[in-house]
């Protein structure tokens, strides 16, 4: 994503990471431990362990911390407990994607890109499958 030129309407356009790029490391160890270091200090200031977003600026190369709030998955799993999960059966696939746990889910798939709506009405039940559009290029 870089900066868009000649005062239109977009800030910001797309373009795509050349495949000799997207074949090496997009740090350096250096700055590997500046992110450590700066995730340290903020899990330290709030006492909690938090998800931390980063990006690294094009022009100057410097990192910034873009935003940090609570992390609510991974710390909540019991350290000395490995859980694994198989599907005993099969059926018909109605939906994929990336899940942001591991867990196998089951229900009816519903497609909503407004979620407190979908949220408010009778449709909602706890094992409604929520497809969310993508938003970003992963």
């Given amino acids: 994503m870089v ?3 000649g005062g239109t309407k977009t800030t910001v356009r797309n373009i795509p990471t050349p495949k000799a790029d997207r074949a090496r490391f997009c740090l350096s160890d250096e700055e590997v431990l500046e992110l450590a270091d700066n995730a340290v200090a903020i899990e ?3 006492g909690r362990p938090m998800d931390m977003e980063w990006a690294k ?3 100057d190369g410097k990192l910034y911390i873009v935003q940090a709030r609570p992390e609510t998955v991974a710390s909540q799993r019991q350290a000395s407990l490995f859980e694994t999960y198989v599907l005993d059966g099969g059926g018909e696939i109605v939906i994929e994607g990336r899940s ?3 867990k196998i889910a089951t229900g009816e798939p519903e497609s909503s890109t407004a979620w407190r709506t979908f949220r ?3 449709r909602a039940k706890s094992s409604s ?3 969310r559009p993508r938003t970003g290029n992963r």
Wanted: aromatic share 12%; proline share 0%.
């Fill in 57 to 59: 600026d094009g022009l």
């Fill in 120 to 122: 408010s009405s009778n």
């Fill in 100 to 102: 942001v746990g591991e």
């Fill in 129 to 131: 499958l929520i497809r």
């Fill in 3 to 5: 900066f868009a030129e």
């Fill in 44 to 46: 330290a200031h709030y």
